[in-house]
């Protein structure tokens, strides 16, 4: 079984290539969503304990425990060793569960990917990737962004240029939706002919 790894800087498309890849019939293991998951159960009280005030009717209020790590960047490390090790383990399940079900390719969406050591445990690396003026206007469109939050969010990442270095793929999201899904197919492609040819 090949483990794809997928990641990019925030706002590059990594979940809507994600999402062409599922359409492929990739399986694919998404760690935002299991964040999103662990924060309505498992993490809930866990987060509750290191920062009071930021669950409400048993959810983690991402809003407010944003706002709290705004505040203080340094806890980041705090909330980290917390959500991290069950993250993995949600990743290792999947990655059990398809390798016994036969899977040829699976996809790992780990944004993260470099600045956690996922890279180990990936076969390849794909890298969504654009213009940093398009990344930024698409980030500075959501809804509760600022200048300041983007500024934060950029210095925890791995700067795009590094992680365009270490990749095998690159997606280039710079284009339209239909470019970024042909070029998934292209890359599904390779990776399976490369797979029998053992390179
Ligand atoms: C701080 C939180 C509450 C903000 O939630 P919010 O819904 O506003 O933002 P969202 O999760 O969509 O993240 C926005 C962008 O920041 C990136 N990001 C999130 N956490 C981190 C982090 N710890 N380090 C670097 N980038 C991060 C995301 O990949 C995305 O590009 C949330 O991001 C969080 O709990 N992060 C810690 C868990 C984590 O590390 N997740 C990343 C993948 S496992
Ligand atoms: N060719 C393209 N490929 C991917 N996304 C595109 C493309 N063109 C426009 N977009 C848009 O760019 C945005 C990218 O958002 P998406 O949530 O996929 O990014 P992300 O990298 O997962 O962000 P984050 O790291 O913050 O979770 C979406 O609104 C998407 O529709």
Not at 47 to 65: C, H, K, M, S, Y
Not at 115 to 134: A, H, L, M, Q, Y
Request: charged share 30%; aromatic share 6%.
């Amino acid at each position: 079984m090949i483990v794809v790894g997928l990641t990019g800087s925030i706002g590059m498309g990594k979940s809507t290539a994600a999402g062409f890849f599922a359409e492929e019939g990739i399986p694919v293991n998404d760690a935002d969503a299991v964040v999103h998951d662990l924060y309505t159960g498992e993490a809930v009280p866990l987060i509750e304990a290191a920062f009071p005030g930021t669950t409400v009717n048993g959810r983690v209020d991402r809003q407010a425990l944003g706002a709290k790590l705004q505040k203080n960047p340094e806890m980041f490390r705090e909330l980290e060793a917390i959500v991290h090790p069950l993250v993995r383990k949600r990743e290792q399940d999947f990655v059990e569960r398809h390798r016994a079900c036969g899977s040829d390719l699976i996809v790992l969406d780990i944004p993260l990917l470099f600045e956690t050591g996922g890279f180990e445990r990936v076969d390849k690396i794909v890298v969504v990737s654009c213009d940093p003026e398009i990344q930024r206007a698409r980030v500075l469109a959501r809804p509760n962004m600022t200048e300041e939050k983007f500024k934060l969010i950029l210095a925890r990442q791995t700067p795009d240029a590094e992680k365009r270095k270490r990749a095998d793929f690159i997606i280039d999201t710079g284009h339209e939706l239909g470019e970024t899904r042909r070029r998934i197919r292209e890359i599904i492609t390779a990776i399976r002919a490369a797979a029998k040819t053992g390179t």
